[in-house]
């Protein structure tokens, strides 16, 4: 079963627009760690905002906010203000607890377009 | 340079072939993770190690043969190509438990299987 998943292939923005890019995830573990990572064309990968599953508080970083929802396991990423350079693929990610292993997984990813 | 490299960066073979794909860091992290990527599936884990001499099956192990003889090292190895193993592979790192967890990603290996 799928236990990170990214419901959007492909979304849309107008520049300097808000956009919220969906992650919904499952694990049993009571501990664990949300991520989102984005990958430009050229292709590295770039870590942007950490949300633990203890965290009280919304992750924040820039212009980059972590919606978590515990309830619904879901860990959506906001992106304020799009800008050009914010057109990329956008990936979800966990890190397990005890009974995964510790091991991270990821989404299928939605790649965000920004238009001028 | 402190890091993490992948080598190969690009690599041609033929069905059949042996092929064995390098990554070392120089963090002394305790984690390491290859994984695949291909067009729909996002990054699909392939083996993932916790520490010199332990690995673990991730979600994609079949076709492949990793080890772990030291902790800055961890190959992975496709010991017979198919055509279906052509993909981009990423290695990663990480220090270890008490950490965010945040990855830290080499560049990626291209491998194409003729």
């Known amino acids: 079963a799928q236990k990170i998943t990214q419901t959007q292939p492909g979304m849309f923005v107008q520049e300097k627009e808000a956009v919220t890019l969906d992650c919904t995830y499952d694990?049993?573990?009571?501990?664990?760690?949300l991520f989102w990572y984005k990958q430009p064309s050229s292709g590295e990968m770039i870590f942007l905002i950490y949300?633990?599953?203890?965290?009280?508080q919304n992750a924040t970083e820039g212009r980059y906010s972590l919606n978590f929802q515990k309830a619904r396991k879901s860990a959506n990423l906001v992106i304020s203000a799009s800008q050009l350079g914010d057109s990329a693929m956008y990936f979800c990610?966990?890190?397990?607890?005890?009974?995964?292993?510790?091991?991270?997984?990821f989404g299928a990813g939605t790649r965000l377009f920004v238009k001028a | 340079d402190a890091g993490i490299t992948q080598s190969p960066r690009y690599k041609i073979t033929e069905t059949g072939r042996q092929v064995t794909l390098m990554c070392h860091q120089t963090?002394?992290?305790?984690?390491m993770f290859w994984y695949r990527q291909d067009l729909g599936h996002g990054l699909r884990l392939i083996y993932y190690?916790?520490?010199?001499?332990?690995?673990d099956k991730g979600e994609v192990p079949d076709g492949y043969v990793v080890s772990r003889s030291k902790t800055e090292n961890f190959p992975l190895t496709l010991e017979s190509a198919t055509r279906s193993q052509t993909s981009v592979y990423f290695c990663?790192?990480?220090?270890?438990?008490?950490?965010?967890?945040?990855?830290?990603f080499g560049e990626g290996s291209r491998l194409t299987v003729l």
């Open positions: 190690s916790a520490a010199a001499d332990i690995t």
């Open positions: 949300q633990g599953s203890y965290d009280q």
């Open positions: 963090w002394s992290h305790s984690y």
């Open positions: 990610a966990m890190r397990e607890g005890r009974t995964g292993g510790f091991k991270t997984i």
């Open positions: 990663a790192s990480r220090p270890g438990l008490a950490d965010t967890g945040e990855l830290f």
């Open positions: 694990t049993s573990d009571p501990s664990y760690g």
